[in-house]
């Protein structure tokens, strides 16, 4: 029997054909190529409309251990969701299309899981991160956005929303497969959302280990982000997640027994 990959990394798309012509696909099979740990990378295509499926799809024909999943548009939450659940790895990375953190920063996070960390995120808040070329306004609104998720949902976490998480996997298949305010539904536009701070705020309830990491990170200029629009609703979805944990929406434990190590 074939022994799982040390690591399953999972990539959303949709709509990327900027950021694959930028070669950001190529970047990450640059730093995978000569790493002695085993992997595979599963790309999860959010319902794309630009022509972009068919290049990925042709890269990953090309490159052995990647895999390509496609999926009706239902948001990053679910297309994230997809490829968690996708994952045989012994542990799983998921990572933005555009390589804004670049894959390599992943060095940073593996030792943490070698200490038996349930999860490791990457963050652009805390001491020895770097950030590049963001705009004033996407800081001022991040830094907002971080400080009502403090209040409202998660303490002790300055950056959830950095798109560079760490999990054991069988950590990340239990936290997205209970997933309430972000379930799977239809989505008309590109939105990111708050998932994020529902998967974080499971592994709090259930007193997961969790470490934050600084990292490299460096805007990417996009139009899907609608600041104002995407933040409201994000805070919307905040409420959500609160008034869903008082409603008794989110029981049952993590069965640590699932973990490899059982921690």
């Known amino acids: 029997m074939t022994a799982?990959?040390?690591?399953?990394?999972?990539?959303p798309a949709y709509n990327e054909q900027d950021n694959f012509a930028a070669k950001a696909l190529a970047k990450v099979t640059r730093y995978l190529k000569p790493r002695k740990w085993s992997y595979e990378v599963i790309i999860v295509d959010d319902g794309s409309t630009d022509g972009s499926i068919e290049n990925i799809q042709k890269f990953v024909a090309q490159n052995p251990h990647w895999r390509l999943?496609?999926?009706?548009?239902?948001?990053?939450?679910?297309?994230?969701?997809?490829?968690?659940?996708?994952?045989?790895?012994?542990?799983?990375?998921f990572t933005d299309f555009d390589q804004a953190t670049p894959l390599s920063?992943?060095?940073?996070l593996l030792p943490f899981i070698k200490k038996n960390y349930h999860i490791v995120i990457g963050s652009r808040e805390v001491q020895g991160s770097k950030r590049e070329k963001e705009p004033w306004y996407r800081h001022f609104m991040g830094r907002g956005f971080n400080f009502i998720v403090s209040l409202v949902a998660l303490r002790g976490i300055h950056d959830t929303q950095c798109g560079f998480k760490l999990f054991k996997t069988a950590v990340a298949k239990d936290l997205f497969g209970r997933l309430v305010v972000y379930s799977q539904k239809p989505e008309k536009a590109a939105f990111t959302g708050a998932f994020d701070v529902e998967v974080l705020y499971l592994a709090q309830k259930q007193k997961l280990r969790l470490a934050e990491v600084p990292v490299h990170w460096k805007h990417i200029k996009t139009s899907r982000v609608n600041p104002v629009k995407d933040s409201l609703r994000m805070f919307v979805d905040l409420l959500r997640i609160r008034l869903t944990d008082v409603l008794g929406g989110y029981q049952s434990p993590f069965d640590r027994s699932q973990s490899p190590d059982g921690r």
Request: aromatic share 2%; net charge negative.
């Open 4 to 11: 799982p990959p040390f690591l399953s990394i999972v990539i």
């Open 69 to 93: 999943i496609k999926n009706p548009h239902l948001g990053k939450a679910q297309t994230v969701a997809t490829g968690i659940m996708e994952a045989t790895g012994e542990n799983v990375l």
């Open 105 to 108: 920063e992943v060095e940073k």
